[in-house]
């Protein structure tokens, strides 16, 4: 198994960068496929990033890993109010399966809430 502990979220002006980081024990990242997810209050959990992204981010946000760090990386430009969310990265085995699916991933960190105010 694979524990995920995720940081670097906070409250940002609009326009600002926010770089959230997901930090991995127990197993390599590398065997794994890793996601971020965002969940905004009153919604459903909806993918952000993986080996795509979610057209909403896309140009905006960038996902990068430091296997050598165990570490997962979400780099968020260009924040607007409706990024404001608990970020979610996630771990997954599965292989020819779309990843924007969240039931798909077996392992979920605790989030970190990003805000962005207007």
């Known amino acids: 198994q694979v524990q995920l502990v995720e940081s670097g979220g906070g409250l940002v002006q609009a326009g600002g960068s926010l770089r959230l980081s997901c930090a991995a024990s127990?197993?390599?990242?590398?065997?794994?496929?890793m996601g971020w997810f965002r969940q905004a209050p009153g919604k459903e959990r909806e993918f952000v990033a993986a080996?795509?992204?979610?057209?909403s981010v896309k140009g905006r946000f960038t996902i990068s890993r430091d296997n050598a760090k165990n570490t997962v990386y979400l780099q968020m430009n260009s924040l607007k109010p409706e990024d404001t969310a608990v970020y979610y990265c996630?771990?997954?085995?599965?292989?020819?399966?779309?990843?924007?699916?969240?039931?798909?991933?077996?392992?979920w960190g605790q989030g970190t809430q990003v805000t962005v105010s207007s």
């Open positions: 127990g197993r390599a990242l590398s065997i794994y496929t």
């Open positions: 080996q795509s992204y979610a057209d």
């Open positions: 996630a771990a997954r085995r599965v292989y020819n399966i779309p990843e924007n699916i969240p039931e798909t991933y077996s392992y």
